[in-house]
């Protein structure tokens, strides 16, 4: 399967306690973005890396949330001292991108969804 | 204000029939809009991009007024398994081939749910 990985599908935790998502893009990707997805609603961005560097963070993204793609490849997702209104579908989507090609499309990865308790 | 507006529906039609889905975006800096299908608790997937001139895949057309900022699809000859959630999607984008400012995140609309009955 060469399409956009995450790991792990489900989470169930507590309160206050840590959570760290992983996601493989596709290989040959050079971005990765990551959304969060409530009930009923659209999935809202929070942070993207084009290879290593993280270029733009959304303000929902606390301070209680960090985002690394150390070596350009895949990216994880940590959310600290997690809270009842973190419980969400989190989606990691990749693309490709050159300064003579936007590559538009991003593919979505199957999502972590998190429950916490 | 949302940036991306939907009617949440739910839309119930027949097979056959022609629905149609609206969008209104508030960021006139948008330059790329998508269609994004979405199955129960699966991820979003690419139906189709939205062009200046309007475009068309199979039974899906869709149609861009970058003046009312107004965006929209149809689907005609409903199928059982177009049954989803239609997500209006746009991208700031500002690039170019001589290496302009691109931003690369998508912004979705609530999403409009169409279930399809026999």
């Known amino acids: 399967d060469t399409g956009v990985s995450q790991d792990p599908r489900h989470k169930i935790t507590k309160r206050g306690q840590n959570v760290t998502f992983r996601c493989d893009p596709i290989s040959e990707h050079n971005r990765l973005y990551w959304y969060r997805q409530t009930l009923g609603q659209g999935p809202e961005f929070l942070t993207y890396f084009q290879n290593e560097a993280q270029l733009e963070k959304s303000r929902l993204l606390s301070d209680r949330f960090s985002a690394e793609r150390p070596k350009g490849s895949f990216s994880t997702l940590e959310i600290q001292r997690t809270e009842q209104g973190d419980s969400a579908m989190y989606l990691c989507a990749s693309s490709l991108y050159n300064k003579y090609y936007v590559g538009k499309t991003q593919y979505f990865g199957p999502g972590t969804r998190l429950l916490v308790l | 204000r949302k940036e991306v507006e939907q009617d949440p529906g739910p839309f119930n039609v027949p097979e056959g029939a022609t629905v149609a889905f609206n969008c209104t975006y508030s960021?006139?800096?948008?330059?790329?809009f998508f269609w994004y299908r979405q199955d129960c608790r699966k991820e979003p997937k690419l139906l189709m991009s939205?062009?200046?001139s309007g475009n068309e895949d199979g039974r899906f057309t869709a149609q861009l007024n970058r003046a009312s900022q107004y965006i929209s699809l149809l689907i005609r000859d409903s199928k059982l398994s177009d049954s989803a959630t239609y997500l209006c999607?746009?991208?700031?984008?500002?690039?170019?081939?001589?290496?302009?400012?691109?931003?690369?995140?998508?912004?979705f609309g609530q999403g409009t749910i169409l279930t399809v009955h026999p």
């Open positions: 999607v746009v991208k700031p984008v500002v690039s170019s081939n001589a290496g302009g400012t691109s931003y690369g995140k998508l912004t």
């Open positions: 960021n006139s800096a948008s330059q790329s």
């Open positions: 939205v062009y200046s």
